[in-house]
């Protein structure tokens, strides 16, 4: 094969609309069976990823500048470059390096969440079915190149530009390219004008429109910046970072305690000035504290907790799309669910069949194509039932779903209904792929939510029979016949009924019901106009005749239950929303547990009800069957209107009106189209229920993480900056140095308050009501820990420090006042920075003792608090660093007195837990 250059590229070939398929082909050096996978790579490293040119990222030097472009840091620089120049080198040093390693380790935070968004970015990437080596795959829609072949359905994203080579009954939304409101119906014929516009190329699809109806194959012709989408990307691309509810309200929380600790800071300073201190110490030590007392990891906790609880739910099996979902999924307290494929198994296995007036029982299990049909018991002689040989046919020939066999056994491609009719047929010496090739497809109206049917044509020994396939009230009504003993007789109102008491039967069974029917077309004059649609077709789903039902089962998951008590327990009520009949959907409702003495509602009563009426009864209804996505929505509405923080699922294009409109939208990883996925928040990568349960968790378990940071870090300098108060109002020495401020602020702040942020879901995390979404970060029963602890952290470091400096039994007689100072000013220091270790698992749980939490379960918690004692303890123990830190070495007796006041932090907390466990809540 040449080499492909689109470049050196004819004007006329240029204009691929102008083309025909055959020298679209021809030009870009493919064919039906697309590229081979060399040649894809080939062509991939020859014009690279079929994506919009991304925002530029700041290089990780200029992260590093920034990490020291605060104003109080560059103030603290200028303090202590003062201080050496007054004397005091030692400490400027100290001051200069601890401020550095601060800001290194700032911006190793800052750089590893970047990366970790943009690993969680990838993992969104859209995808395409492409035809490569002759074979359907799936691969991400960037990794698209001139000359593949993609396969088109009802809601996918178009992912390139590409040429039609195959519509069937094709339209297109183009607004977010053209303009244009409605859909542009597609075919495949080459356009001979060459001066077309846009909107008027209509065997052409663009990037970043989608599949509205039908379906179809189309050849890439231009991908990322060449695209159209990708000519106008300055208007359309979204490159603004966004930062979430949460990190907006906590930057205003950021800003006020750093006003609030400049002031606190300033008048500290000036109330040490006036005790006797040097102006250059205070200013000194006043720009430590403020330093000190303000958040300045807050950003990177955040970004990190919420990055890393993103990925935790990758792992469970849930992709979040925007990261405002995380916030919001802690307060949800309605989950509105499919209930195929999210709360089943979605692994059709058809059971009963009604035909030519008789019940068959199918045996078998899963999609292995092996059973029998059975009447009463007895195995029926199948070859001798005409009505049911064409019931298996045309509801295979109205279907495109394969049956496959690997190495794992066998499974579908495709649509699982349509996988249990054609499993249904094999079953019954139907060859299924012999029989669409014989009767070719030649017109098809595809399933839609609102239609509830899918309706195919097909030349059948020269005649167009026409086939259809949905709910069993549905094809009823386009039904004048039936089938009978081989032949169509008048569907009477008393067969009419026996029908519809046997679907009744099957769905008491928990039987998911079809009704399949055909019917010849009358000869006409007209030829097939190549798929196009026609007067040929028009009314062709009309007096029809009733091939008869087909019973299938969808078993529940059997984790599903599990979850649903998990809901219950956590103040979340389910709901199921379904297509399926109201007796169906309430069999499997109660078999879950979601149904508990509240209504099931079809459709049909929904549309009756006034919007008052509605809301009434919208609080007591757990089962909404025989449902359309126009009515998801208005549930969804009503459910909002009442207060309730509501997630919805949904997978058709036509769900994306209540995925948008509900709090969370999640869409089906799976079965989704392209078009839910979009308008989603979150996506089920396994579209199971139980995921949304998981997601959840991890939602609650990411909130609490970023308030235990908060409580850790604020109760913990407000218990230094309360002791430091005291201090100098009782006109004692100053406790800390300004290293010392800086050296606890960079290990607290840096090590452990980070490790906080990863802690895993605390133990019965799920037991308790959802979070009220108006609720802010610190509760009430937050502010009481951080007030009572930062309160006890202060008092009995002041007490170490009072007594280090009075009690002379600690000292030999004549023991310098210096030196006295120096021990009291180190057991302070010490003792502090043990009260803030110990505080740190206080804080692993705001609600339940930190004795009932698992020990390992937060590793980066112990070795952090490793790091931050071996770091304390070098500073006292190597006598290289006392006049760097102002310290000097301790007695025995003198460590036992700072590890037990530093404990009782610990104490202090657990009496706190008990005595409020029920109140400030």
Same mark, same amino acid.
């Given at each position: 094969?040449?080499?492909?250059?689109?470049?050196?590229?004819?004007?006329?070939?240029?204009?691929?609309?102008?083309?025909?398929?055959?020298?679209?082909?021809?030009?870009?050096?493919?064919?039906?069976?697309?590229?081979?996978?060399?040649?894809?790579?080939?062509?991939?490293?020859?014009?690279?990823?079929?994506?919009?040119?991304?925002?530029?990222?700041?290089?990780? %030097?200029?992260?590093?500048?920034?990490?020291?472009?605060?104003?109080?840091?560059?103030?603290?620089?200028?303090?202590?470059?003062?201080?050496?120049?007054?004397?005091?080198?030692?400490?400027?040093?100290?001051?200069?390096?601890?401020?550095?390693?601060?800001?290194?380790?700032?911006?190793?935070?800052?750089?590893?969440?970047?990366?970790?968004?943009?690993?969680?970015?990838?993992?969104?990437?859209?995808?395409?079915?492409?035809?490569?080596?002759?074979?359907?795959?799936?691969?991400?829609?960037?990794?698209?190149?001139?000359?593949?072949?993609?396969?088109?359905?009802?809601?996918?994203?178009?992912?390139?530009?590409?040429?039609?080579?195959?519509?069937? $009954?094709?339209?297109?939304?183009?607004?977010?390219?053209?303009?244009?409101?409605?859909?542009?119906?597609?075919?495949? #014929?080459?356009?001979?004008?060459?001066?077309?516009?846009?909107?008027?190329?209509?065997?052409?699809?663009?990037?970043?429109?989608?599949?509205?109806?039908?379906?179809?194959?189309?050849?890439?012709?231009?991908?990322?910046?060449?695209?159209?989408?990708?000519?106008?990307?300055?208007?359309?691309?979204?490159?603004?970072?966004?930062?979430?509810?949460?990190?907006?309200?906590?930057?205003?929380?950021?800003?006020?305690?750093?006003?609030?600790?400049?002031?606190?800071?300033?008048?500290?300073?000036?109330?040490?000035?006036?005790?006797? #201190?040097?102006?250059?110490?205070?200013?000194?030590?006043?720009?430590?504290?403020?330093?000190?007392?303000?958040?300045?990891?807050?950003?990177?906790?955040?970004?990190?907790?919420?990055?890393?609880?993103?990925?935790?739910?990758?792992?469970?099996?849930?992709?979040?799309?925007?990261?405002?979902?995380?916030?919001?999924?802690?307060?949800?307290?309605?989950?509105?669910?499919?209930?195929?494929?999210?709360?089943?198994?979605?692994?059709?296995?058809?059971?009963?069949?009604?035909?030519?007036?008789?019940?068959?029982?199918?045996?078998?299990?899963?999609? $292995?194509?092996?059973?029998?049909?059975?009447?009463?018991?007895?195995?029926?002689?199948?070859?001798?039932?005409?009505?049911?040989?064409?019931?298996?046919?045309?509801?295979?020939?109205?279907?495109?779903?394969?049956?496959?066999?690997?190495?794992?056994?066998?499974?579908?491609?495709?649509?699982?209904?349509?996988?249990?009719?054609?499993?249904?047929?094999?079953?019954?010496?139907?060859?299924?792929?012999?029989?669409?090739?014989? #009767?070719?497809?030649?017109?098809?109206?595809?399933?839609?939510?609102?239609?509830?049917?899918?309706?195919?044509?097909?030349?059948? $020994?020269?005649?167009?029979?026409?086939?259809?396939?949905?709910?069993?009230?549905?094809?009823?009504?386009?039904?004048?016949?039936?089938?009978?003993?081989?032949?169509?007789?008048?569907?009477?109102?008393?067969?009419?009924?026996?029908?519809?008491?046997?679907?009744?039967?099957?769905?008491?069974?928990?039987?998911?019901?079809?009704?399949?029917?055909?019917?010849?077309?009358?000869?006409?004059?007209?030829?097939?106009?190549?798929?196009?649609?026609?007067?040929?077709?028009?009314?062709?789903?009309?007096?029809?005749?009733?091939?008869?039902?087909?019973?299938?089962?969808?078993?529940?998951?059997?984790?599903?239950?599990?979850?649903?008590?998990?809901?219950?327990?956590?103040?979340?009520?389910?709901?199921?929303?379904?297509?399926?009949?109201?007796?169906?959907?309430?069999?499997?409702?109660?078999?879950?547990?979601?149904?508990?003495?509240?209504?099931?509602?079809?459709?049909?009563?929904?549309?009756?009800?006034?919007?008052?009426?509605?809301?009434?009864?919208?609080?007591?209804?757990?089962?909404?069957?025989?449902?359309?996505?126009?009515?998801?929505?208005?549930?969804?509405?009503?459910?909002?209107?009442?207060?309730?923080?509501?997630?919805?699922?949904?997978?058709?294009?036509?769900?994306?009106?209540?995925?948008?409109?509900?709090?969370?939208?999640?869409?089906?990883?799976?079965?989704?189209?392209?078009?839910?996925?979009?308008?989603?928040?979150?996506?089920?990568?396994?579209?199971?229920?139980?995921?949304?349960?998981?997601?959840?968790?991890?939602?609650?378990?990411?909130?609490?993480?970023?308030?235990?940071?908060?409580?850790?870090?604020?109760?913990?300098?407000?218990?230094?900056?309360?002791?430091?108060?005291?201090?100098?109002?009782?006109?004692?020495?100053?406790?800390? #140095?300004?290293?010392?401020?800086?050296?606890?602020?960079?290990?607290?702040?840096?090590?452990?308050?980070?490790?906080?942020?990863?802690?895993?879901?605390?133990?019965?995390?799920?037991?308790?009501?959802?979070?009220?979404?108006?609720?802010?970060?610190?509760?009430?029963?937050?502010?009481?820990?951080?007030?009572?602890?930062?309160? %006890?952290?202060?008092?009995?470091?002041?007490?170490?420090?009072?007594?280090?400096?009075?009690?002379?039994?600690?000292?030999?007689?004549?023991?310098?006042?210096?030196?006295?100072?120096?021990?009291?000013?180190?057991?302070?220091?010490?003792?502090?920075?043990?009260?803030?270790?110990?505080?740190?698992?206080?804080?692993?749980?705001?609600?339940?003792?930190?004795?009932?939490?698992?020990?390992?379960?937060?590793?980066?918690?112990?070795?952090?608090?490793?790091?931050?004692?071996?770091?304390?303890?070098?500073?006292?123990?190597?006598?290289?660093?006392?006049?760097?830190?102002?310290?000097?070495?301790?007695?025995?007796?003198?460590?036992?007195?700072?590890?037990?006041?530093?404990?009782?932090?610990?104490?202090?907390?657990?009496? %706190?837990?008990?005595?409020?466990?029920?109140?400030?809540?």
């Amino acid at each position: 094969m040449s080499e492909y250059k689109p470049g050196a590229l004819t004007k006329e070939l240029s204009q691929w609309y102008h083309s025909q398929v055959k020298d679209v082909f021809l030009e870009l050096q493919t064919g039906e069976s697309g590229l081979s996978s060399p040649e894809a790579t080939q062509r991939l490293e020859q014009y690279g990823l079929n994506a919009l040119d991304a925002e530029k990222k700041d290089p990780a %030097w200029l992260l590093l500048i920034r990490q020291f472009t605060s104003l109080l840091i560059i103030i603290l620089f200028a303090a202590a470059v003062i201080a050496a120049f007054m004397g005091d080198v030692v400490e400027a040093i100290a001051i200069i390096v601890i401020v550095v390693l601060a800001g290194v380790t700032g911006f190793i935070q800052e750089y590893q969440a970047g990366k970790a968004i943009e690993s969680l970015k990838k993992m969104a990437a859209p995808q395409a079915h492409v035809i490569r080596d002759g074979v359907e795959k799936v691969v991400n829609s960037e990794d698209l190149v001139p000359g593949d072949l993609v396969v088109l359905k009802t809601g996918d994203k178009i992912p390139a530009d590409a040429r039609l080579v195959e519509a069937q $009954n094709l339209r297109v939304e183009e607004a977010s390219l053209t303009g244009e409101s409605l859909a542009v119906e597609k075919h495949t #014929h080459e356009i001979l004008d060459l001066d077309v516009s846009l909107g008027d190329r209509k065997n052409m699809v663009y990037m970043g429109t989608s599949i509205s109806y039908g379906r179809g194959k189309a050849i890439v012709t231009d991908t990322g910046m060449k695209t159209e989408f990708g000519k106008i990307a300055s208007l359309l691309q979204n490159t603004e970072n966004r930062k979430t509810p949460l990190q907006q309200n906590l930057d205003e929380l950021g800003k006020k305690i750093g006003i609030f600790s400049i002031i606190l800071a300033a008048a500290m300073s000036v109330l040490g000035v006036f005790q006797g #201190h040097t102006l250059v110490e205070m200013f000194v030590w006043g720009v430590a504290v403020a330093v000190a007392v303000i958040p300045e990891a807050l950003p990177a906790v955040v970004t990190i907790s919420l990055a890393l609880g993103v990925r935790r739910m990758v792992k469970r099996k849930s992709l979040i799309r925007k990261l405002p979902a995380v916030e919001t999924l802690g307060a949800i307290n309605i989950i509105c669910s499919d209930k195929t494929g999210t709360l089943t198994q979605d692994e059709m296995t058809i059971r009963k069949i009604y035909s030519g007036g008789e019940v068959f029982d199918v045996t078998g299990v899963g999609y $292995n194509p092996v059973g029998e049909f059975q009447i009463n018991g007895i195995q029926a002689d199948i070859g001798g039932k005409a009505d049911l040989l064409s019931l298996l046919t045309f509801g295979s020939l109205c279907s495109d779903t394969k049956i496959v066999k690997d190495e794992d056994g066998w499974d579908v491609l495709g649509d699982p209904t349509e996988g249990g009719i054609v499993v249904a047929a094999e079953k019954a010496g139907i060859k299924v792929e012999e029989i669409r090739k014989k #009767h070719e497809r030649i017109h098809e109206i595809p399933f839609s939510s609102e239609t509830k049917r899918m309706t195919t044509v097909h030349l059948v $020994n020269g005649k167009r029979m026409v086939s259809s396939k949905g709910a069993v009230e549905v094809i009823l009504d386009s039904c004048s016949f039936y089938a009978d003993g081989g032949k169509s007789s008048p569907l009477t109102p008393e067969i009419r009924a026996k029908i519809l008491d046997i679907a009744f039967g099957f769905g008491e069974n928990a039987l998911r019901v079809l009704g399949i029917s055909y019917k010849e077309m009358p000869n006409v004059t007209d030829d097939y106009s190549g798929g196009e649609s026609s007067e040929t077709f028009k009314d062709i789903e009309k007096n029809m005749t009733f091939a008869g039902l087909v019973g299938m089962i969808d078993p529940p998951r059997m984790e599903v239950k599990d979850s649903i008590k998990t809901c219950f327990s956590a103040g979340i009520k389910p709901i199921m929303i379904t297509g399926d009949h109201k007796i169906t959907a309430v069999a499997v409702a109660k078999e879950l547990g979601i149904l508990r003495g509240g209504r099931a509602i079809s459709g049909n009563e929904l549309e009756k009800m006034s919007d008052k009426e509605f809301e009434l009864t919208v609080d007591n209804t757990e089962v909404y069957a025989r449902i359309s996505p126009a009515h998801k929505l208005k549930i969804v509405e009503s459910l909002m209107k009442r207060g309730n923080i509501v997630a919805m699922t949904g997978d058709g294009v036509n769900d994306a009106p209540s995925l948008k409109k509900a709090d969370i939208g999640v869409a089906m990883g799976i079965t989704g189209t392209d078009v839910s996925k979009e308008a989603a928040d979150m996506i089920l990568t396994d579209d199971n229920f139980a995921s949304i349960v998981n997601a959840v968790e991890e939602g609650r378990s990411i909130f609490e993480n970023i308030r235990k940071y908060l409580v850790y870090l604020l109760s913990g300098n407000m218990g230094t900056v309360f002791a430091m108060i005291i201090t100098l109002l009782a006109t004692l020495p100053l406790p800390l #140095h300004a290293v010392q401020i800086l050296f606890i602020n960079f290990i607290m702040d840096g090590l452990i308050a980070i490790a906080l942020g990863v802690e895993p879901p605390e133990p019965g995390i799920m037991t308790k009501r959802p979070r009220k979404v108006n609720e802010g970060i610190l509760s009430r029963k937050a502010l009481w820990f951080i007030g009572a602890v930062g309160l %006890w952290i202060s008092l009995v470091t002041t007490a170490v420090f009072v007594w280090g400096l009075y009690d002379m039994s600690l000292y030999p007689e004549g023991t310098k006042t210096k030196t006295i100072e120096t021990t009291a000013v180190t057991m302070f220091f010490m003792t502090l920075i043990f009260a803030r270790l110990f505080n740190g698992y206080n804080t692993r749980s705001l609600y339940q003792s930190s004795f009932k939490m698992k020990v390992f379960s937060n590793k980066s918690l112990f070795v952090a608090s490793g790091i931050a004692l071996m770091m304390s303890l070098s500073s006292i123990g190597f006598e290289i660093f006392h006049p760097i830190f102002k310290v000097t070495y301790l007695t025995g007796f003198e460590w036992l007195i700072i590890i037990g006041a530093g404990a009782s932090t610990l104490v202090f907390g657990e009496i %706190w837990k008990l005595l409020t466990k029920n109140k400030f809540n």
